[in-house]
Each structure stands twice: as structure tokens, then as C-alpha cells.
């Protein structure tokens, strides 16, 4: 007898064509779905067309009121949109069960479509998400209110998980790390980019130019790194408000002629960036009074599944990313001294970065790819709808 496929029912505030993470996340989690058995249906914000469609052989709802970048503009029509068609699809469809990918908006309206409809749901945190909530106490008590009704709280990473267990003592809080598809990172041989090719000397960082990521520490590090390596460049790819600060800190330091700005990069160009690169290096740092913390850290097992050594700050769920001494090497936040000396280690020891890299590469592999998050995320819903 043929067993009943279930149905999960998907509530996003990203999802492709959005670009991000979070979106990229959320579309690792659908495909999961369907390797798990499940029949995934998503709601999402507008894109080029709405309306409902399918993406990767399953449904979703387009909401045309629901804009990208202005999700957050009408907080309760944004609400009110995606339990409107949460309500619509339970009705019709019968999932076993809502997964959100925040707990802001989308967890607000899996919470009332429990609270109407009765079905169990579960929120995805992200660490920046629950973090940041601090900065309010009515913030903090609707988040509350998400992910302590929730079946259970989908962490992406140790850290992400006692902090949540810290502002909601008594929630179901699991760990998920996210996954990392060595297929996605395959580059052609050409060079990438400005004066591209195969620089071994080559400092990497793909990140938003905000504060919390600490381009600027890298840029501190580079005269010393140049000291040693007067050849070495600094390759930032990414978009952000704080291009401007960071141009003029490299001015400030002297090394404008070594920093590359590279902007944006699609799926293929960031491919060649990981495997042109000598180091991939994210010293990232919390900022408590705007709530701003790294929860995970995916870029760093991107670096790895290319082969890269990596160097990372101890903060947020960064330790969960990068294993020090064995894919990496992770240095204080704020620390020029540490990254220079962490980069001049690993251009100098050949041996040493080819180690790391490799061991990056298994662990992406092994631990993080497509059929271990499947895995894993089945055995967290299986638990929750008791197949």
C-alpha cells in the first residue's frame, strides 16, 4: 500500500528569486521537504509575478501585498496576509504542519493559524533574529509568545540555541545547521572578475557591508599582512551602507591600491572568487545596544566545501562554523594583530592551509550537505507529526 504523502505548509518572508541567505535557506528547506516525503506548499512576498505558481516541482502562493524590502512597512497587514493564506491553504490542502522562517511575521501568523486551525508549527531561528529582539521588551514578549507555542524552535547553531533558551526558558529548542551544496560552488577555469585569476595571496570576504561584520578589522590587519606579503589583496564581495567607512579606512591605512570592492556576485561568479582565493576570512563582532550578532556563519563552510582555509572570530555561533585548528583558525573580534598574524600563518605554511582546506571540504561534505540536512530535518518533524 502506497503511503500517504504530507503535506507541510511553508510561511516566508525570503524566498528566490530574493537573494540572501535566508532565501537560499528557505528554498534548502522545501527541497528538504520533498526528500523527506512531504508535499511542500510556500506563502511568499510578491516577486515579478503573483499569484500562485510552482518552483522546483512544488506550490507557492505569491502575496501581492506582501513587497519585498517593505514586508515590515504594515506590520499587521503583512500578518494578516500570510494567515489569510495559511487559513485559505488549510482549509483545502490539510497540512500536518506550518514551518516559518522567522518568528517575526511569518511565526505571528503560524501562531494564529494554531490558535484558529489547530496545526502544530515550527519556527526557524537564525540568531540575528532572536538577538536583536532584546532592544524591545514588547518585541520580546510577542517573540515569546511565537516560540514558546511553537512545536519546536529550529536553531542554526549552539549558540542560536541557548539564546533562545535563555529568553524563553522552557521552549523545544533543536539544532540545524544550514547546509552547503558542493554542487553550487563548481566554477569554470576563467578568471572571475577585475584582475581575477588565481591569486594565492588573495584575501576573501563575502558579506553585507554593515557593522557587525568587521570588514574593517581585515583592512586594519593589511598593512601588517603587506609587511609580509606585499603582493597579498583583499577581495570584499558584497553590497552594503558602509562602503563609503570601509574605503575610507583602507585611505586612512594606506592600502586602497590592495582592497578590492567587488559589489555583488551571482551564484557562478562567487564560485570562482571561493577558488581564486588563498584564505577566506569573516571576523565578524557583536553589537548588543542594535542587536546584531552572526548566528552561524554559512559562508565559512562555503569557503571550506572550495578547499580554503578559513579564519574567524570567536562570536556568535561562529565556533559552530569553523573548527579551529582543524578547517580554521579563529581569532578575538575587534583583533587586527590576531587576523594579521592568522593570514601570515596561513600564506606561509603551505602545508598547513592545504590541511585546513582539505579538512574544510569533508566537514562541508560530510556534516552539511544536501542528504544531512534532509536527514535531519526529518527526524525534527517526525517528531512533531509522529510518522
Known sequence: MQKEIKKALVLTVDFPPMGGGMARHCLDVCEALKNTGFEPAVAAPASGRDGAGTVAGFRIQRLGSVRPGRIFDNYIVSVLAY????????LFGKPALVLANTWSVAGVAALMVKKTAGIPYAVFAHGLDVYSSRTSPKVQRLMAA???????VIANSNFTKDLVRRQVPGVNAVVLNPMVDPGRLSAPEAPRGPGGGARKREILTVARLVESKAHETVIRALPKILAAFPDATYRIVGTGPREGALRAVAAECGVSGNVIFQGGAG???LAGFYRDCGVFVMTSREIPERGEVEGFGIVFLEAGASGKPV????????PDS???GVTGILVGENDPEGTAAAVIKLFSDHDLADRMGQ???LRAEKGFGPAVFSGRL??????ITGR
Do not use: M, P
Not at 494567515?83 to 488549510?90: E, G, M, S, T, V
Not at 511565537?146 to 519546536?152: E, I, K, Q, S, T
Not at 579564519?311 to 561562529?318: C, D, E, L, N, P
Open 267 to 269: 551564484e557562478e561568479e
Open 359 to 361: 579538512a574544510g571540504k
Open 146 to 152: 511565537v516560540l514558546g507555542n511553537a512545536a519546536a
Open 311 to 318: 579564519v574567524g572570530s570567536r562570536s556568535g555561533g561562529i
Open 378 to 383: 526529518k527526524k525534527i518533524i517526525d517528531g
Open 322 to 324: 569553523v573548527e579551529d
Open 83 to 90: 494567515y489569510f493564506a495559511a487559513i485559505k491553504f488549510c
